[in-house]
């Protein structure tokens, strides 16, 4: 059974760093892309980023490209969203998931594996 688990949110201020971590079990994940998404209160969920395990190809978001940076270490299974540059208007709950395949996927209903999520509040 697929686990995947994050942490690292927080409070910050603008112009803050913050790294989010998700630690992801029960199977091999060389052939799955993990992504990050967000969602503000009353907002849809959004995607962030996404990296593909194999190899490493990402893809960003317009809006976080350039500050964030998704990573991947494969001994500790982990894969991790490097946040710089952080605005008011990042504040969400942030989750990581999982797909299979090998295609870097920006929506939500192409991924089958979901964390709990985390907090991240920047606050201005």
């Known amino acids: 059974q697929v686990q995947l688990v994050e942490s690292g949110g927080g409070l910050v201020q603008a112009g803050g760093s913050l790294r989010l971590s998700c630690a992801a079990s029960g199977r091999t994940f060389s052939s799955y892309v993990m992504g990050w998404f967000r969602q503000a209160p009353g907002k849809e969920r959004e995607f962030v980023a996404a990296i593909r395990w194999s190899g490493g190809s990402t893809y960003y978001a317009d809006s976080v490209k350039s500050r964030f940076t998704i990573s991947r270490d494969n001994a500790k299974n982990t894969v991790y969203l490097q946040m710089d540059g952080l605005k008011p208007e990042d504040t969400a709950v942030y989750s990581c998931?999982?797909?299979?395949?090998?295609?870097?996927?920006?929506?939500?209903?192409?991924?089958?594996?979901w964390g709990q999520g985390t907090q991240v509040t920047v606050s201005s």
């Open positions: 998931a999982a797909r299979s395949g090998f295609q870097l996927q920006r929506g939500a209903h192409d991924y089958d594996y």
